[in-house]
Structure formats: structure tokens, C-alpha cells
């Protein structure tokens, strides 16, 4: 590959970063100042095409996501006046696009200057399906493509782009405001607002495709939502279930993975390395939902399953049984496929693979999870733990097969290649 090659694809690389990681911030700039997600969305990509178009000739700017915003800005004020539709509206505007400065207030709960939180209200505004609602602030929030969203609900890629699509022009007829809903409308989102983020949560705690094991800076950015809408709810208590659960999981981010970004599982880590000021936190945030009295919901259970791996000093110290019967309440709460097949593994710890073996072939022949790569995953490990090694090597390469990230699956091929 010749030199000038070489810097292109570099410059390219570079691009798909501060998109992955900008995307969220620079949307939700847009979409506040030119009142249209969708056409937000597209003029972020238009400025994405300039910066591979200039940067391997002018270089990277010092700050990738300002530059990228600024000709976003200057894209959407170009076109009002190509289109010579400048009225004052329009006009002020414009004005405002090129004047505004960052005054560097803090944030205030009460005031709710948050780009990317008011443009999570909007994605999860009640005139979109639930599943709209999902796919939208999926894709504008967590930055995933469709290919990306549709693998992890098991439906067609065609499926999650009609309702991208059909989702932005829904808002776009209804004229929903760029803001955050008054109080009074915030039942009818909170559950939105909370299953999206927790979804994007997940995909940065282990994401579903590409090479990377984790997208950590797709769930610090969830945290940090979460933690704005606790303040800004402090009655609802789900949501102090939802922050603990996020603090827990992220205080493992450190000893996750190598130097080379290979996957170290949860028995393998080094405990020394787990973040033990996310941990209080956590624990802080699950004693303020205990304390409003109203018991633990779906997000407050699986905190305190997350509990009890982050307090185990050691993996052999940790409660299964305890674990188990959180996933069973779970279970009764909010009935999953996927709570099943965690639960399983917990009864493997708690009372053995035979146990758990039991639960995860009853799944297999409901055919709900079929497609999903975690339930061949979690079989293949029980069958090589009951000396059953060529079916439980099947299984694995099965799982290597339907998995979409590369990590993970250099992962289940080393476990397969390890049975006897």
C-alpha cells in the first residue's frame, strides 16, 4: 500500500472514531437547532463525508467532534438559503447557529441543558411504537447501524430500517418539539427513556459486532444519562435501579480485556482492578431505591445480582444460590428467554450442570432464543463441564458461527479447540 494509501485509511479510521464516539453529542446539537432529527442526521453525515474528503489533506483538526458540528451548522444554514426561504424564523437562526457560544455553565437538573438527554425524550416521544422508540434512539444515541440493532433483536435488517425511517418522518409530521417533556408527561417516557439506555448500556458493556470485545465510551455515555435522569426523578425508583446497575457493571471495565483487547471472562479478572469507587456508588444508588419503599423492579434486581459479583472478594466467593433466586424473582417480574438462560447459569454454579442443562433444553426446544448465539454458548459449556466434549464442541461452534463479534468469537473457537 503506497504512503499517501496508507494516511488515507488512517484519516479514515480516525473519522469512524470521533463518529462512534461524537455521534450522540453532534446529533443532538443539531437536532436542537434545526428542530428535525432526521435532517439533524443527515447533514452530521454530509459534514462526515467532508472530513474524509479534507482531513487526509489538511490534516485532523485538534477537535474532531467541534469541526464536524460547526459544518453540520453551516451545511443547515447554506440550504435555507439556497432554498431562498429565509424568513425570520429562519434568519434568527441562522444568526444564532453562528454566534453561539459555550458559556461553560454547569449543568443544572432543573433546567435540563442536556442535548443528548432531551433528544432521548424525543426518540421516546409516545407518538412512535415502542419499537420505534427502541430502533430510533438505538440509532441516534448509541450510534449502532441497523445491521447492529437488528442482530440484537433477532428481526430482519429490513424491519429495523423501515422503522427508523417511519420513526423520524412521525416526528417530523407531529412537530415534536426539541425538549425535555414538562413533568407531568414523564410516566408515559420514563420506561422508554430507561429500556433504551439500558440497551445501550449493553452494547458497549459487550457489543454485538465488530472487533472490538467492548464499546466502553457507548456505556460511560449511558451512565451519564442515567445519573442526569435520577436527578432529575429522585421520587422514581427504578431508576436508582438502572444507575446501580450501570455503576456496577462499568467498575469491571478495567479488567475486562488485555493490552490487546482479547476478552478476560468474569472468573479470570483481576478483582484488584475493579473500580471500587463505582462500586460504592453503586451500592449507594440500589440504598436509595430501597429507601423509597416500593421494592426492587426489573433494573433493581439485576443491580443486585450485579451486587453480589462486585462484593465477592474472590469468584469461588460468590453467592450463586443468592444469584439464582434473584433471577428466578426476575423471571416471575418481567418472564424473558434471555433471564432464563442467565438463570441457568447460576443454577450451574449453585447446583450443577445437570440442573442448568435441564433449563437451557427447554429453551431450545421453545425456539425462542433460535438465532441467538449465547444459548448454543451456555450449552456448549455445560455439556464440556458433564465430560460430554463433542457435543458440547458443536455447540461452540455454533455459537463462534451466529456470533457478530470477532473478539467473541476467537474466544468460543479457543474453548472448542480446548475439549479433549
Not at 443532538?28 to 454530509?46: F, I, N, P, S
Not at 429565509?86 to 432543573?110: F, H, I, K, Q, T
Not at 453467592?319 to 439464582?324: F, L, Y
Not at 455454533?398 to 463479534?405: C, D, P
Request: proline share 5%; net charge negative; aromatic share 6%.
Amino acid at each position: 500500500m503506497r504512503a499517501a494509501d496508507e494516511a488515507e485509511a488512517a484519516v479514515g479510521r480516525r473519522v469512524a472514531a470521533v463518529w462512534r464516539i461524537e455521534s450522540a453529542r453532534i446529533v443532538a446539537a443539531l437536532a436542537r437547532d434545526v428542530g428535525d432529527v432526521g435532517l439533524a442526521e443527515d447533514l452530521a453525515q454530509d459534514a462526515v463525508l467532508d472530513a474524509l474528503r479534507q482531513w487526509p489533506v489538511d490534516g485532523v483538526p485538534s477537535s474532531p467532534g467541534a469541526w464536524l458540528t460547526a459544518v453540520a451548522k453551516r451545511k443547515a444554514i447554506d440550504g435555507w438559503r439556497r432554498r431562498e426561504r429565509l424568513d425570520e424564523r429562519y434568519a434568527a437562526m441562522a444568526w444564532d447557529l453562528e454566534s453561539r457560544v459555550d458559556d461553560g455553565v454547569p449543568w443544572d437538573p432543573d433546567t435540563i441543558d442536556d442535548d443528548v438527554l432531551r433528544l432521548v425524550f424525543i426518540s421516546c416521544h409516545p407518538v412512535l411504537a415502542p419499537e420505534a422508540q427502541v430502533a430510533l434512539t438505538l440509532r441516534l444515541i448509541g450510534g449502532l447501524t441497523t445491521e447492529e440493532i437488528a442482530r440484537a433483536f433477532l428481526v430482519p435488517h429490513s424491519t429495523i430500517q423501515q422503522r427508523i425511517v417511519r420513526a423520524k418522518k412521525t416526528l417530523r409530521a407531529a412537530h415534536v418539539p426539541f425538549e425535555v417533556p414538562e413533568r407531568r408527561e414523564y410516566p408515559e417516557r420514563l420506561s422508554s427513556v430507561l429500556g433504551v439506555l439500558y440497551l445501550i448500556f449493553n452494547e458497549g458493556y459487550a457489543a454485538s459486532a465488530g472487533e472490538d470485545w467492548m464499546r466502553p465510551e457507548l456505556s460511560l455515555e449511558a451512565l451519564r444519562l442515567a445519573r442526569s435522569l435520577a436527578a432529575l426523578v429522585p421520587r422514581e425508583a427504578e431508576v436508582h435501579g438502572l444507575v446501580a446497575l450501570f455503576e456496577f457493571q462499568a467498575s469491571r471495565f478495567g479488567a475486562r480485556t488485555t493490552d490487546t483487547g482479547d476478552p478476560i471472562l468474569l472468573p479470570d479478572q483481576d478483582r484488584t482492578l475493579w473500580d471500587r469507587t463505582l462500586i460504592g456508588r453503586g451500592s449507594a444508588a440500589l440504598a436509595r431505591q430501597d429507601a423509597l419503599g416500593r421494592g426492587r423492579g426489573f433494573y433493581g434486581l439485576q443491580a443486585g445480582i450485579a451486587e453480589c459479583h462486585a462484593t465477592a472478594v474472590r469468584a469461588e466467593e460468590t453467592d450463586w444460590e443468592r444469584i439464582a433466586l434473584l433471577y428466578e424473582a426476575l423471571g416471575r417480574l418481567a418472564p424473558s428467554p434471555i433471564v432464563d438462560l442467565n438463570r441457568a447459569v447460576a443454577v450451574s454454579m449453585a447446583e450443577g450442570p445437570a440442573a442448568a442443562l435441564r433449563i437451557v433444553d427447554g429453551l431450545v426446544a421453545s425456539g425462542r432464543l433460535a438465532g441467538y448465539h449465547l444459548l448454543p454458548s451456555v450449552r456448549g459449556e455445560l455439556l464440556a463441564r458433564l465430560d460430554r466434549s463433542d457435543e458440547a464442541r458443536a455447540e461452540l461452534l455454533e455459537a463462534a458461527r451466529l456470533t457478530g463479534n470477532e473478539r467473541e468469537r476467537a474466544v468460543l473457537l479457543r474453548k472448542a479447540d480446548a475439549l479433549p
